[in-house]
């Protein structure tokens, strides 16, 4: 089976902390995401990577950064954590970029900022 | 962009009744994908699709490509199935990730 790993299920941090999000998948897949989820407003991409030092930004980069040096870990940054970010994040990998191929995810990290 | 939509947002139903979600889209798209997250905030993926039908267990997703409309089906469902289901498309090109809808929150009463 395929894994998704994300290091925290719950953070509290503080504002202007910057904080790490890390992600991790155990199949050699090529494609890895950043997503948040807010009620009312579904999941959005934030940032993606479809190879190592590759990143391209999402629908919501502003306030984000990205890091991915090696190909099984994707790393989420908040500069300087707002309570704005304050939110559900997930990660996802698949196999290919995204044609035909199924998304894993992990099992999400809800972020608080005070 | 595409524009997804689901519908219900919410659908509280008996256990052993029939569930239909939908969900359409506005532009073409390689595949279209049904997610299942539970309280907690884990997904799972149901299905994904990009012509006619499939059937897991109890789970029934069919998608028409002309009509960019798919449905997800629960036969017999059960309380265990409650959680919120998301529809999610990827695009006809280029590797930018998923679109979702905002998800169906099914509560099945025992």
């Known amino acids: 089976d395929v894994k998704v790993t994300q290091s925290s299920r719950y953070l509290v941090k503080r504002t202007g902390e910057k904080v790490f999000l890390e992600c991790v998948q155990d199949?050699?897949?090529?494609?890895m995401f950043w997503y948040r989820q807010d009620p009312g407003l579904g999941l959005r991409l934030i940032y993606f990577?479809?190879?190592?030092?590759?990143?391209e930004k999402g629908d919501i980069p502003e306030g984000y950064s990205v890091s991915r040096e090696k190909k099984e870990r994707f790393s989420l940054i908040l500069e300087s954590a707002s309570t704005n970010q304050t939110s559900m994040y997930l990660c996802?990998?698949?196999?290919?970029?995204?044609?035909?191929?199924?998304?894993?995810f992990g099992q999400g990290t809800r972020l608080t900022v005070v | 962009k595409n524009e997804v939509e689901q519908s219900p947002q919410n659908l509280t139903a008996q256990e052993g009744e029939f569930i239909t979600i939908n969900c359409s889209y506005s532009?073409?798209?390689?595949?279209l994908h049904w997610l299942q997250q539970h309280p907690g905030g884990g997904i799972v993926s149901l299905f994904m699709?990009?012509?006619g039908k499939k059937k897991h267990g109890r789970l029934i997703a069919t998608i028409n490509i002309q009509e960019k409309h798919s449905s997800l089906h629960i036969t017999a469902s059960h309380p265990r199935d409650s959680a919120v289901y998301i529809c999610?498309?990827?695009?006809?090109?280029?590797?930018?990730?998923?679109?979702f809808g905002k998800g169906t929150h099914l509560i099945i009463q025992p």
């Open positions: 996802a990998s698949s196999l290919h970029p995204l044609l035909y191929t199924e998304a894993f």
């Open positions: 199949m050699d897949h090529e494609n």
């Open positions: 990577s479809y190879d190592v030092k590759m990143k």
């Open positions: 532009v073409g798209i390689s595949a």
């Open positions: 699709l990009s012509s």
């Open positions: 999610a498309v990827s695009p006809g090109g280029g590797a930018d990730g998923l679109t």
